[in-house]
């Protein structure tokens, strides 16, 4: 199909909340021996957390957190990370 073609089908029935609702957030921390990755949905500050352990086990956790979570990655020091790299790891655990 054609880039055209899809985006008016896309603009004849859209779905924005569905589209809004896709919209994660991912952020990285490595420490010493283990990795922490964690997605974030922004609407509702729920998400999912990922212990990569340096044996290759993966702990798959979710989360609930509230409107100062950003923040408090931040100040975590975690890092922005690619969706790609949580995904493939998300599908090991």
Known sequence: MRPFVFFNLFLSNPNLDTVAKAISQYFKR??????????????????????????????KTAIEGDEEIFEDLKADEFQACSALEFQLLLSKA
């Open 30 to 59: 490595i420490f010493d021996d283990y990795q922490v990755l964690v997605m974030i949905n922004p609407q509702d500050f729920s998400g999912i957390e990922l212990i990569v352990h340096p044996d290759g086990k993966i702990e």
